[in-house]
């Protein structure tokens, strides 16, 4: 067993996922990610790991699959012999106007972005009760507090991951697990690439766009210094929900 905190960062190959699991290894963590299918980015993203000394590993897996998420998770276990902290970040968008929305995008939103932090985390919550400590944090958004036209489904699994976060809190905080979750607002990363990021930033009291950085060093807060803090949703968006 590693003498090393260990980390599983979901959807880690790029973007906030990436952001999280530098963090994390610059902390001194051994960090593991999961990609779906980019091989060459997690690839890139390991060497990166490694060169901050983390005891990286990347792992390919359909996260939408529970039978995957639970091999997985398996698989981190037997090469880290723990896991500490646990970032439920993978997440896609199918974005479109309701009226218009198919059950296939609805369920693939859905799927991936709140049925696979219950994968993730029931795979893992074993051994975290065991060693009697744990830290789980879902990546949730600000349009799960607040909708968006055009996003029913996303808002959908972003809202349902808070009603979550909050439930397991209550439920593992006796067991010295403290789950949260992030709130991120609009942040520059392929997900906001085509948006117009000028019109955004002038509705957002810090009139700037936040950087994937800005998450990630909220989820090492979390995961190392917030130990009097469990079942919040803490917004990351530059003032945009006041």
């Given at each position: ?5 260990v ?15 530098l ?26 790991l ?9 792992y ?26 646990l ?5 896609i ?35 975290m ?5 744990g830290c ?40 010295n ?16 690439k ?49």
């Open positions: 067993m590693t003498e090393k905190k980390a599983l960062v979901t959807g880690a190959s790029r973007g906030i996922g990436k952001s999280c699991a963090e994390l290894a610059k902390a001194g963590y051994d960090v593991a990610i999961s990609y779906a299918g980019n091989e060459e980015a997690a690839n890139k993203t390991l060497e990166e490694k060169a901050l000394g983390s005891n990286a590993k990347a390919k897996f359909n996260i939408a699959d529970r039978e995957a998420c639970q091999k997985a998770a398996e698989d981190v276990l037997k090469d880290f012999g723990k896991i500490d902290v970032v439920n970040n993978a997440g968008t199918r974005d479109g106007l309701f009226m218009r929305m198919s059950a296939e995008n609805w369920e693939a939103v859905i799927n991936t972005n709140l049925n696979s932090a219950f994968y993730m985390t029931s795979s893992v919550i074993k051994t009760v065991k060693q009697r400590y789980i944090i879902n990546m949730s958004s600000i349009v799960g507090l607040m909708g968006n036209a055009g996003q029913a489904n996303y808002s959908a699994a972003k809202a349902g991951l808070i009603g979550f976060t909050k439930s397991l809190a209550k439920e593992l905080g006796s067991r697990i403290r789950v949260n979750a992030i709130a991120p607002g609009f942040i520059q990363t392929d997900m906001t085509d948006l117009d990021t000028e019109k955004i930033a002038e509705h957002i009291p810090l009139k700037r766009l936040g950087q994937p950085e800005d998450i990630a060093k909220t989820v090492k807060f979390l995961a190392d210094d917030g130990l009097y803090i469990t079942g919040q949703v803490i917004g990351v968006d530059g003032g945009l929900v006041v």
